[in-house]
């Protein structure tokens, strides 16, 4: 399991058999502290962080239970191999290579770019498509005009468009991509621009 932001609620029917959780950063769609707690509580799960995320993370669940890694070192989780991929946010983040049987994932979201990062010939992806820019932009200025603020300077500044998505997954030869993250003010035209390509 990648992430634990939703209200257990939700997923409790789901995570029965998840055996560990890859956590990314701290914000609240990603690190629900009490959807984290009752997973820790009701099952049998390890969490894997990075360095930022342990003192809040044992403030929740006992420290037998973490596993602290740093970047590109690739460990094992129960067959799978997996290993931390830097990721540039508005705090400290990352993503997750994870491989199994030759099938290599890659798991990315909350990143302002993908510069730096690469995937070449890996079979899948599940990566943010938080904005498409041209809408985006179109309804900043439109806000700016009213005298409004628009959230979506922050999502512009700390979240990557469809655009560098798809052309990531070009560049590497991803044909499987899994968009995650998709804000709701241009959700129409990031569907557009994953329809066209
Ligand atoms: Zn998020
Ligand atoms: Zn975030």
Redesign the pocket.
């Given at each position: 399991m990648i992430d634990a932001?939703l209200p257990y609620s939700k997923i409790k029917d789901k995570v029965k058999n998840v055996r560990y959780v890859l956590l990314t950063h701290i914000?609240g769609?990603?690190f629900n502290k009490s959807t984290i707690r009752k997973l820790a509580a009701n099952h049998n799960v390890m969490f894997i962080c990075g360095e930022w995320l342990f003192d809040e993370l044992l403030n929740i669940v006992n420290s037998e239970s973490i596993l602290v890694y740093g970047f590109g070192i690739a460990f094992d989780a129960i067959g799978y191999d997996v290993a931390m991929v830097k990721a540039y946010h508005d705090v400290p983040n990352c993503g997750y290579r994870i491989m199994q049987d030759g099938h290599k994932h890659l798991h990315i979201?909350?990143t302002y770019t993908l510069d730096g990062i690469a995937a070449k010939g890996y079979h899948s992806a599940s990566i943010e498509c938080n904005h498409e820019i041209n809408k985006a932009l179109v309804l900043i200025d439109e806000a700016k005009e009213n005298g409004e603020f628009s959230h979506l300077i922050g999502a512009v500044n700390s979240h990557l468009s469809v655009d560098k998505t798809i052309q990531f997954c070009k560049g590497n030869g991803i044909k499987k991509l899994i968009p995650v993250?998709i804000g709701s003010s241009t959700k129409k035209e990031v569907i557009d621009a994953l329809k066209r390509w």
């Open positions: 932001g914000h769609d990603h979201t909350d993250h």
